[in-house]
């Protein structure tokens, strides 16, 4: 089901792209594309057709929340399923994520299990 | 107002002030009172301009130490991750082989299991992300922190240039804490500080011939 998805994926830490490219490898995603942030991803969104977008919150340049308030604002991608994997845990960045139009999120350290699970449920 | 010798001399003065001088019954307490809280004061002045001072100076290292970790555990990451890759690399091309063969069931259930165990130590290296805006927090409060001592120093000369009593007082200070660290406070303070991790990049290279033209 996941294997046929088109996925962006935004994150700083290059360790991180890493550690989520094998994941989706994993889960048997091979048509993937890395952003180092906000704004690198806004570039390949616009070169590009995503079925989902999987984007880091701190990020340097853009910031997932600003990225994801950016994307929002564009009629063609309001309902582009984004889905944030960061450090914030707090309930005020969850809510906060939820208002600007995040459709999932995860706390990291993730699992491979809650990944696909996320994902199922956005884009199964 | 004449050459002041030392804070003991201001301190002096003061009091003299103190003795001397003559004001109605209703602002004498008033004027006693600032005169006590300035007396008082000096010596918090004297801690705060000597940790201003010396904990200011430390902060640019404490943050050059933080980045380096940083970078150290990001690299130290790639390599082990660069390593984990081809691991799962070798486990796909035997799997691969053992399964054109198709009698090697119980040898495929192992590179499973060796698979989920590669997949999970990929994951366990989340921590260095973590980790890495943790530090990277940290040394945003410490240079938030630095900024501050250096506006405080900054008000600490316009106070001194403003009055002859100010540009006296910060004078004595100055001349107290010279005595002052000269002692153990600074030597304390120094040793608990210390960079006891250095790297300038000097190479192993560089080292061994340091060595060698000994």
């Known amino acids: 089901m996941l294997e046929d998805k088109r996925i962006l994926f935004v994150d700083d830490s290059p360790t ?19 952003a180092e942030n906000g704004l690198d991803a806004l570039e390949k969104l616009h070169e590009n057709q995503y079925d989902i977008v999987l984007t880091d919150w701190n990020m340097p340049e853009m910031t997932g929340r600003e990225f994801v308030e950016y994307v929002r604002k564009e009629e063609r991608w309001q ?3 984004i889905l944030m994997i960061t450090t914030r845990g707090m309930e005020d960045d969850v809510l906060t994520a ?27 | 107002m004449g050459e002041v010798s030392g804070i003991n001399d201001i301190i002096r003065r003061i009091e003299t002030l103190d003795a001397n001088i003559e004001l109605d019954a209703q602002t004498l307490p008033l004027v006693h ?11 918090l002045m004297l801690e705060i301009n000597a940790f201003m001072r010396d904990g200011s100076q430390k902060i640019p290292s404490a943050s050059n130490n933080l980045q380096f970790v940083s970078k150290t555990t990001e690299m130290a990451t790639h390599e082990i991750l660069d390593q984990l890759e081809l691991v799962t690399q070798k486990v796909n091309e035997i799997k691969e082989e053992l399964n054109k063969e198709g009698n090697s069931e119980k040898i495929l259930k192992h590179i499973e299991s060796l698979e989920k165990k590669t997949s999970d130590i990929f994951l366990s290296f989340q921590f260095q992300d973590i980790t890495n805006q943790q530090l990277e927090y940290v040394n945003r409060i410490l240079q938030a922190i630095y900024q501050k001592f250096i506006e405080l120093f900054d008000t600490s000369l316009k106070v001194r240039a403003r009055t002859l009593f100010g540009q006296d007082l910060i004078l004595a200070i100055e ?3 010279q005595k002052r660290n000269g ?13 006891i991790v250095r790297h300038n990049g000097v190479s192993q290279e560089a080292i061994d011939k340091y060595f060698t033209e000994k």
Do not use: C, H, W
């Open chain 1, 16 to 34: 991180m792209r890493r550690i989520i490219a094998n994941a989706l490898k994993n889960l048997g995603i091979t048509n993937y594309d890395e």
């Open chain 1, 79 to 81: 309902s582009l399923p």
């Open chain 1, 98 to 124: 939820i208002r600007i139009g995040v459709n999932g999120y995860i706390v990291k350290p993730f699992t491979p299990e809650i990944l696909k699970k996320k994902m199922l449920d956005l884009i199964g």
């Open chain 2, 33 to 43: 009172d600032l005169i006590g809280f300035i007396k008082d004061i000096i010596p």
């Open chain 2, 175 to 177: 001349k107290e804490l």
């Open chain 2, 183 to 195: 002692e153990n406070a600074l030597q304390k303070f120094n040793n608990v500080t210390t960079d």
